[in-house]
């Protein structure tokens, strides 16, 4: 009966993410690369920043580092969703424009598989592509009757992976993690170009890519007593880069005065590429009460070759340059007044998981000649309990970030994003006993 219904859960929660592929997003960077990363963090890591390498809790879902499942006692069964919304405000030159957007956010499942084995299975973004605006040029600013166009840049898509993994503790304190992850996204970015009437005519530039590929993440942690109540947890991971699929650019050129089209389209192949990765990180727990730590993460896309449109010659092929190495630095903290194992009474504040975090990333792309912008996000969140007659292990966790992403003679990006997750965090394998 157990095996009907921890299956029919995991359905379930497949299911229920299954049309949830990408959050939403409306800044024009992420017409860049493979579009805004997304931190890949859950309801912990959604309020310290996505602080995660060396977090080892069995409460709570940590898909960053695979070996943080062997922590899961026996008798847990956690599931964890989340939802996004946020509000953007874009500025350049003086101008400001504000946009709202919500999402579907991430779900995951963790759970004890045997002893000293913990396993999850979810559904994280990986990146999110979607914008819209226009440009407006003259096509010879030195000619007193130049023509003129307009530029109109529409893009949408994303992509997400569907991941199981294993965590093993095979020695005291040492444990290995693996997750093998379907990714899979697609796009849609289209450039289309209006000349004024003496030209009568129209260029739509369309790149597409279409993913079904897969990803490997390794992961390893160990963690040591330091004294009678504190403990040390290090961490390590690792992302297996490989070639994605292939890249297409679609080229229809009319005139708008015979309405006759040309077409002509470039397949590049392979031309989409995940980086090796690589980070590193520790926590610092005081007391089960405090936990503080840092991560480092390298993501070495300055490696790949990404494809690029030649505009003079209108040639779409693979390029170096185009990408860059990206670094993110983490720090946060979590802290619990009095932890839910402390059997005495106290104030419901005094149960409440507070939450802080910041994060650092430099870019992984180019705009031209210049580096694309730099990312800073500062959260604060909380992690309330649902106390009641028959659960008292399972949070409503709810985090506020500001994430500023900006680059020097470019748009600056202000997001304030609210997330909210909920973490079901359930003794689903216990025996009863009836006296």
Known sequence: MKKRLFGSILAALMCLTAGAQISSTLSPYTQFGLGALSDQSESFGKGTSGLSYGVRNGKFVNSSNPASYSAVDSLTMIIDVGVMGQITNFKEGGKKMNRKTADFDYAAALF????????????????????????AKLVDASLSNSNSYVNAYEGNGGFSQAYFGLGWEFAKGLSLGANISYFWGDYTKDVLSTFSDSYANTILKTYTADVKSWKLDLGAQYSMKIGKQDR?????????????????????????????????????EDGLSLPYT????????????????????????????????????????????????RHRAVIGADWIPVPLNVNRKVSFFHRIHYRLGVSYATPYYKIGTHDGPTELTVSAGLGIPIINTWNNRSTVNISAQWVRSSAKDLLTDNTFRINIGLTFNERWFAKWKVD
């Open 112 to 135: 004890r598989l045997f002893p000293h084995i913990g396993a999850s299975v979810g559904i994280i973004p990986y990146s999110n592509i979607g914008y819209s605006y226009l440009e």
């Open 232 to 268: 040390l947890t290090l961490g390590a991971t690792a992302s297996i880069g490989h070639k994605l699929g292939d890249a297409v650019m679609q080229i229809i050129n009319t005139n708008t005065t015979t309405g006759v089209a040309t077409t002509n389209e470039t397949v590049v």
């Open 278 to 325: 690589f980070g590193g990180g520790f926590s610092f727990v005081r007391n089960n009460s405090l936990t503080v730590g840092g991560d480092y993460q390298l993501q070495k896309w300055g490696s790949l070759e990404f494809p690029q449109i030649n505009e003079s010659t209108n040639t779409y092929k693979k390029s170096r340059g185009v990408l860059q190495d």
